[in-house]
């Protein structure tokens, strides 16, 4: 299977792809991992891409859209994946559907997490991640970044959401809630239910 993950920051797109991924034996693909990766070990592709990410911009389309067509292009994402973090521009989703096309193929399907605002900047301004063992908050998560990369969220990003609607792609889910919930209702929305089927529809009882 082939499919988006959509969401504005903090929408829980990480946690879900993790899970979701593993359910449906697929890799689990965030630019922001990747990017934040390439940061870390100090490449050419993180000195590229560290002054928007500081900013809470998007890096520009021409550098992530050429990370992503290599890394769907190893062994791994040949036969399914998960994106967490791309597309993020009509651009970019129109350079993912004709590249995936040149390989006969197409995307299944577009899950959009719902998070009303006020939510998300309670989980953002509370999030930490765990390095070297230590929780610490991602240069990005500060208060005035975070406000910043909402409207960025709402002007470049949220367009997708009809993008993928007119294409016959898009489930919008619920994202409040307990964590295996959320899951549940987008394995519903893929068709799958959780326990091992792949019909979607329930074990009879
Ligand atoms: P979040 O969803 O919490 O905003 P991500 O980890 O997905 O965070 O992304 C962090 C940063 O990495 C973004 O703010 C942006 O600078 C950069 N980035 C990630 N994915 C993309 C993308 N598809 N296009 C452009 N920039 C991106």
Same mark, same amino acid.
């Given at each position: ?109 577009? /899950?959009?997490?719902?998070? &009303?605002?006020?939510?998300? #900047?309670?989980?953002?301004?509370? $999030?930490? %991640?765990?390095?070297? !063992? ?34 016959? /792609?898009?489930?919008?889910? &619920?994202?409040?809630?307990? #964590?295996?919930?959320?899951?549940? $209702?987008? %394995?519903?929305?893929? !068709? ?14």
């Amino acid at each position: 299977m082939r499919v988006v993950l959509l969401g504005p920051p903090g929408a829980g797109k990480g946690t879900q792809a993790q899970i979701i991924a593993t359910e449906l034996a697929v890799p689990a693909i965030s630019t922001g991992d990747i990017f934040r990766a390439n940061v870390s070990g100090q490449t050419d592709l993180g000195q590229q891409a560290k002054s928007y990410m500081d900013a809470g911009d998007l890096v520009p389309d021409e550098i992530t859209v050429a990370m992503v067509t290599g890394r769907l292009a190893e062994p791994d994402a040949v036969d399914g994946f998960l994106l967490d973090g791309f597309p993020r521009t009509i651009a970019q989703a129109e350079q993912l559907r004709d590249s995936l096309s040149e390989l006969g193929h197409a995307l299944d399907r577009c /899950l959009e997490l719902v998070v &009303d605002e006020d939510e998300l #900047v309670r989980r953002l301004s509370g $999030r930490r %991640m765990l390095v070297d !063992g230590e929780w610490v908050q991602r240069d990005d998560d500060k208060p005035e970044t975070v406000r910043h990369r909402l409207e960025v969220y709402r002007e470049q990003t949220a367009p997708l959401s009809g993008f993928y609607e007119q294409a016959g /792609l898009l489930s919008r889910i &619920d994202a409040i809630g307990e #964590v295996d919930e959320v899951t549940a $209702r987008a %394995m519903r929305a893929l !068709g799958r239910d959780g326990d091992g089927g792949s019909t979607g529809v329930p074990a009879a009882v």
